[in-house]
């Protein structure tokens, strides 16, 4: 067996769904020119971060010195209970138990993938070490680190790009969390990931705010996702349909959601009560009581304030529909 596939075996052996190896090269030019165009547009909105470390972001080799290629691991997080709309008017969905609600985005109802997947990679990067031996240097990356994941996944072989702009596998859909390890060590590569959204537009004609354009560019100032983790540079109350964190209309619109199986990684812990969370419970949480409510949860990193922020918009929306 090839020191490749020993890799991605012991990545699905710890809990991963899906594992790729790429090169250590900088992404494709049209890809750059792209991502450079977005930030001119002023499309990042207040994710001002992207604008920072750019020749990092599209060259993994800038993040290692020596770095010959990257391992790229996916994680499906596609609830076991379904939380999807399924079809409910907004005025019922964002009324549970007479108390008004705001919707949460899946990836939060779990855990912080963040330190879940940073300890796996971690795991992993050791048990390559002890097969290459321990000359070879490597790092760890969950989101956090200046790179283009999804660009670098589909280039692993880990599926494409689709017109939500998230990375569709063939088999999980797009409900994955991307995490890689760049690394010193020389790998072979696998081939490019296949598919296209062709002529679908379904998740384009979900995004309630019109975020998602028809010319392949996503307007982060528009985006539910984007307002409710950032705020608006409109200031409060812009408009995020009872989402109170993230957004997953352009993600349950996808047709590959459907047949996506449901997350296998049950040490990956999911708290299906968060998928509603009641807003005049949170405009009276205390900072104490916040922080025993969401210990580990990425609804904590914008902080409580920012929560109740969102939850007093939600309230609005409440208010449009009575």
């Not at 138990?97 to 997947?117: C, I, R, T, W």
């Not at 660009?151 to 998230?166: C, Q, Y």
């Amino acid at each position: 067996m090839s020191l490749e596939q020993e890799i991605k075996d012991k990545a699905l052996e710890l809990g991963f769904d899906a594992a790729g190896i790429t090169d250590a090269s900088p992404i494709g030019q049209e890809q750059i020119e792209h991502f450079e165009a977005w930030l001119r547009a002023g499309y990042a909105g207040r994710m001002d971060y992207m604008h920072r470390n750019l020749e990092k972001r599209v060259n993994p080799a800038q993040l290692l010195d020596g770095a010959k290629a990257v391992i790229v691991v996916a994680l499906g997080y596609k609830p076991r209970q379904s939380t999807a709309d399924g079809g409910l008017g907004i005025a019922d969905l964002l009324t549970h138990n007479d108390s008004l609600v705001g919707k949460v985005a899946q990836y939060a109802q779990y855990e912080d993938y963040h330190p879940f997947m940073k300890s796996l990679l971690a795991g992993l990067a050791n048990l390559i070490r002890l097969q290459a031996g321990p000359s070879h240097r490597f790092k760890v990356c969950v989101d956090s680190a200046p790179l283009a994941e999804k660009a670098l996944a589909a280039r692993a072989g880990l599926g494409f790009i689709g017109k939500n702009h998230l990375l569709i596998h063939p088999r999980l859909g797009p409900q994955v969390l991307l995490g890689e390890i760049v690394t010193t060590l020389a790998l072979h590569p696998d081939e490019p990931g296949q598919g296209a959204c062709a002529n679908c537009e379904r998740c384009i004609g979900a995004c309630p705010t019109g975020a998602l354009r028809a010319d392949g560019f996503l307007n982060a100032r528009k985006c539910i996702s984007c307002l409710t983790q950032y705020g608006s540079e409109n200031g409060p109350g812009q408009a995020t349909g009872g989402w109170l964190f993230g957004c997953d209309e352009c993600l349950l619109a996808c047709p590959c959601s459907d047949s996506a199986p449901a997350r296998a990684n049950q040490h990956f812990k999911h708290y299906p009560e968060r998928a509603r969370l009641k807003l005049q419970e949170l405009l009276e949480l205390a900072p104490d009581a916040f922080e025993a409510r969401f210990p580990d949860s990425p609804i904590r990193r914008p902080g409580l304030e920012h929560l109740k922020c969102a939850a007093r918009t939600c309230l609005q929306t409440h208010k449009a529909y009575e």
